[in-house]
């Protein structure tokens, strides 16, 4: 497995510029195209006939006139701060709709898609604030969630793998394999809920399936902790990880919006980014 394709999510917040560098040597490094994603934010009944007001200017057109060229905007910077880069392969979209959408639909053909967690004040709207877990949620790949503060030089020199056994993990750890392969430090926390044998023998598994891959990870077993989300970015800290793999959304979304969960607190938490799949 390689990252033949990456892609980025572009808007014109301040943390745009840590993804795109973050996402372009990310590509540099595994010889990746890389595909700029620019939501427009212009809705796709705009391009029905305009509405106009009373003192004859177009209700629709107008903002969306607007929109479209902050987004070309946004994409001119990107293709601006790449072509130094040579020779690095890269492209940009822009897409009208809901970026979310947008951003799920472009990036669905690519093998890692990077979002960020919104900018505090940035994020006036809810689908703003959506948009990192509506991605996770519904691109079908693995998805890097980058956090709303800090630079990232380097993402996957050390690793921790969260597993528990499930199916979000699975996926998260095969899009996550090329990153392991050349990191340096790999660490693999248990979360498997069981305990006793079941749960070392859950673990000794998932080590084997990552030696198989070359990948030598040292393993940290966490069974039975009430607050997982708190020992893992414990273990994150400890291991100096600069990056965190896990599955997202192990429950049902609306079990964990009631009860809480691992997957919100450790976005909300994070210091580092998070590779997720769901």
Known sequence: MTLSTIAVHLDHTERCEVR???AARLAKRHGSHLRGIVPTGVRKEAGMPPQYTADGQS???LPSLHLRRRAETVAHVFLDR?????PLSFD???VDGEPADAVVAQGRAGDLLIVGQPDGPAA???SARRLPEEVMLHAGGAVLILPRTGRFDAVGDKVLVAWDGGREAAFSVRGA???LRRASQVTLVSAVHAKGAGAARCCREAENWLRRHGIEAAVEQRAG???FADSLLGCASMAAADLIVMGGYGHARSRERLLGGV???VLARACVPVLMAH
């Not at 790449?82 to 040579?86: F, V």
Request: with cysteine.
């Open 20 to 22: 795109a560098l973050l």
């Open 59 to 61: 209700a629709v057109v």
């Open 82 to 86: 790449l072509r130094g880069l040579d």
């Open 92 to 94: 940009v979209r822009l």
């Open 124 to 126: 006036v709207e809810d």
């Open 177 to 179: 394999l090329p990153l």
């Open 225 to 227: 902790c009430t607050d």
């Open 263 to 265: 997957t919100r607190d």
